[in-house]
């Protein structure tokens, strides 16, 4: 059986060679044998001829390659190939694991599954090309394999995904071990044709037995956990759960009911006011999506933001959302009540080519003028390809849009970018603010990042204000607005407006 990713290697058998002339091995075939397992072999091919020379037929030998790790046909090929790490045919795949269940079996030891998929891989092909991203995959197979031992299989299984098969493991917590290994062997920064460039990955386990008693379920399960480390942050890895299959199903059907929302314009903005600390005016609104659903109701992004950004539709939804947010900021300031409107932008839309065209033809067409748009980036958007997100992010402070870091904190960005970065606020996690008032340690991030920012020049805003107390700290540590349900949920553009007519809003601040 020929894997179907590989071509044979040779020309057809010739009849006519001299008996001495046996074929150099074909590689890369595969016998499926009568127990269902299948074995990696190479086939050699002999001319059988009469006494006068002629060919009457042929001997053909096949030979199990069984020297070396279980890798031998999923390795990343040497320096100068061309080609990229074969992706693996699930067949084989399939076969490898059970190989590695029956030996896990015959011991009574475990196996692992980890299914991996690289963080917004398909960005990077965007942002630097194909020959870039296809270095970058070689880079990846490279580390993977230096985490695990020869008796475990490392096979690409998609364009972004691989599969690593521990094949032995008393215990489970090895296999997370290991996991970790591999996305600190990831993150590390790489430094491809000039540019820095920074991966992440999301990683699902499945255990042998727990999760599966045959290759295929393992896997399956192992590709949901992944999806489970993507929805918690991406950049860690997660068990199976056994109840894990309705969230596949749930997920992928999600993908596509998304696009139809798109479609049928189901999404909807609401607006989160932020208030001046010492005046209690309103100093902008926070646009914030949501799917108004046809049957489930009011769906709120936790929902399907990552789901959106796994199929890309991120970018034409956040291009709807700053659309609607310029126009709606167009329309309040039309009706003598100018605020600021801020939007989230996600990391994809913020590295796709057209986004500064894109934005700035908004703000044509809704006549809005630049400085009454912010966009909300968060720490991990933008280091994730910190060189060409500078040059945007100039572009931007050139046109006169404002720029906030949100949830900072969180990230990683050093504090020489946040000198260099044109950015006009640092928007403080909810997280820190939560416990500013119960944890000495939460209130002295929240006092340094305030202190910090003013020393910079930069605004400070701290969202997930719930309570008079934390108002009472954050004044107190001179921070000068606030964002969080003790002022104002997020709440519909009409609601808004009243809210603006009722209070005062303090535009002239920014
Ligand atoms: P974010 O930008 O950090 O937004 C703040 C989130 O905290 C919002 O949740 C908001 O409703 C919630 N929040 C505000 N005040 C409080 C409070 O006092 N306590 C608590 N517990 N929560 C508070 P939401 O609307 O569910 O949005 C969640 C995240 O989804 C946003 O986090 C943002 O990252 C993303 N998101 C929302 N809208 C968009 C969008 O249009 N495009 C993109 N790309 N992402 C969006
Ligand atoms: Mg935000
Ligand atoms: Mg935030």
């Known amino acids: 059986v020929d894997t179907a990713t590989h071509k044979p290697e040779q020309p057809p058998m010739k009849f006519d060679a001299q008996p001495s002339e046996t074929t150099s091995p074909r590689r890369k075939c595969v016998l499926l044998r009568r127990d269902g397992f299948l074995s990696a072999i190479e086939d050699f091919t002999t001319p059988i001829r009469d006494g006068l020379g002629h060919p009457v037929g042929a001997t053909i030998v096949f030979h199990e390659v069984t020297a070396g790790p279980s890798t031998a046909l999923t390795t990343p090929r040497p320096p100068g190939d061309e080609c990229l790490t074969a992706v693996l045919h699930p067949v ?83 296999a997370a071990i290991c996991a970790k290994k591999i996305l ?90 932020k208030i001046d600390l010492r005046t209690g005016a309103i100093t902008g609104a926070e646009a914030l999506i949501r799917w108004q659903h046809p049957e489930q109701g009011l769906i709120l992004p936790a929902r399907f933001i990552s789901a959106a950004e796994d199929c890309r539709l991120i970018v034409p939804m956040d291009q709807w959302t700053v659309y609607e947010a310029c126009r709606q900021a167009r329309a309040w300031r039309d009706a003598g009540r100018p605020v600021p409107v801020a939007v989230n932008i996600s990391s994809a839309e913020l590295h796709d080519k057209g986004f500064f065209d894109d934005v700035r033809a908004i703000l044509e067409d809704t006549r809005l003028e630049p400085h009454y748009l912010d966009l909300e980036l968060t720490e991990s958007a933008l280091m994730d390809n910190p060189d060409t997100t500078m040059v945007v992010l100039n572009a931007f402070k050139t046109l006169g849009v404002q720029l906030t870091i949100d949830d900072f904190g969180t990230g990683y960005s050093s504090l020489s970018y946040l000198r260099k ?45 719930e309570t008079q107390d934390q108002v009472a700290f954050l004044q107190a540590a001179r921070c000068c607005e606030g964002q969080g349900y003790y002022f104002g949920r997020p709440m519909v553009a009409a609601r808004f407006a009243k809210l603006l007519q009722t209070t005062a809003s303090a535009s002239g601040l920014n």
Do not use: W
């Not at 020959?131 to 197979?141: F, W, Y």
């Not at 896997?219 to 992944?226: G, R």
């Open 184 to 273: 600190t062997a990831l993150a590390e920064p790489l430094s491809v044709a000039g540019h820095s460039v920074h991966v992440t990955a999301s990683v699902g386990i499945g255990i042998y037995p727990r999760n599966g008693l045959d290759a295929e379920t393992l896997v399956k399960n192992a590709n949901i956990a992944m999806y489970s480390a993507k929805d918690s942050g991406r950049n860690n890895c997660q068990f199976s759960q056994r109840d894990a299959g309705a969230r596949a199903i749930e997920r992928r059907s999600l993908e596509g009911s998304l696009r139809g929302a798109l479609e049928r314009q189901e999404f909807v903005l609401h607006y989160q006011p």
């Open 92 to 174: 084989l795949l399939n076969g490898e694991l059970a190989q590695a269940i029956t030996r896990a079996c015959s011991q009574g030891n475990q196996a692992a599954v980890l299914f991996l998929n690289l963080d917004r891989f398909a960005h990077v092909n965007d942002c630097l090309g194909y020959t870039i991203g296809d270095e970058l995959l070689r880079s990846m197979t490279k580390r993977l394999t230096s985490c695990v031992r020869s008796s475990d299989t490392v096979s690409r299984y998609g364009e972004d995904e691989f599969v690593v098969v521990l094949a032995q493991i008393e215990r489970v917590e090895e």
């Open 421 to 465: 970065t044109p950015i006009d606020t640092l928007k403080i996690d909810q997280s820190f603010v939560n416990d500013i008032t119960a944890n000495p340690k939460d209130a002295a991030i929240v006092s340094t990042v305030i202190s910090m920012g003013h020393s910079l020049g930069r605004r400070v805003i701290a969202e997930g204000v």
